[in-house]
């Protein structure tokens, strides 16, 4: 009984993430070839959410990693966000390519690591895509607060995608 709530869960929550995307690019005036395009790009955000939400956070993330990274064409987890869907601690690149891997083996065609948590004076982001592997590199930019650059940088991603630009490695 309690594997199929959690599988009843698991099902809300994947068509409600959908439901809800589809619904907030309507009413942006998104056309259906854009909004299939753009719903395969999959920046986590939610998977930092707090502790205080554990028991509901664990079957999130088990729906996300199950259910939701097959159907995309790209995965753009931070530090923190790849650590959770990994399973591992990445402390540095070597750390990235690592939880690439695991993150990859769920069946997320590509992924794109955001370095910007990572210590150090250079940032690098990291995609990873069946073609190999691609560094950004740049200088650490003085920021008080950066949230919400790498969401950015997702939508940038998939409004590309959505204007017929391919993911190249």
Do not use: Y
Request: contains cysteine; hydrophobic residues 45%.
């Amino acid at each position: 009984e309690l594997w199929r709530s959690h599988e009843r869960m698991r099902e809300r929550l994947v068509g409600f993430v959908r439901r809800r995307l589809r619904q907030q690019l309507r009413n942006r005036g998104a056309n259906r070839s854009w909004i299939k395009q753009a719903s395969e790009v999959l920046d986590p955000e939610a998977l930092t959410i707090g502790v205080e939400f554990a028991e509901i956070a664990e079957s999130a993330i088990s729906a996300l990693r199950t259910d939701l990274l097959p159907l995309c064409t790209l995965v753009t987890p931070n530090i923190p966000e790849a650590e959770i869907l990994a399973g591992i601690e990445v402390g540095d690149e070597t750390g990235m390519r690592k939880a690439a891997d695991r993150i990859l083996s769920l069946g997320a065609p590509a992924i794109l690591i955001k370095g910007g948590h990572l210590p150090g004076g250079q940032v690098v982001d990291l995609l990873f895509t069946s073609a190999g592997e691609r560094a950004w590199r740049a200088d650490r930019l003085p920021a008080g607060n950066a949230h919400g650059t790498g969401c950015t940088l997702s939508a940038a991603i998939a409004a590309g995608l959505a204007l017929g630009h391919e993911l190249d490695g």
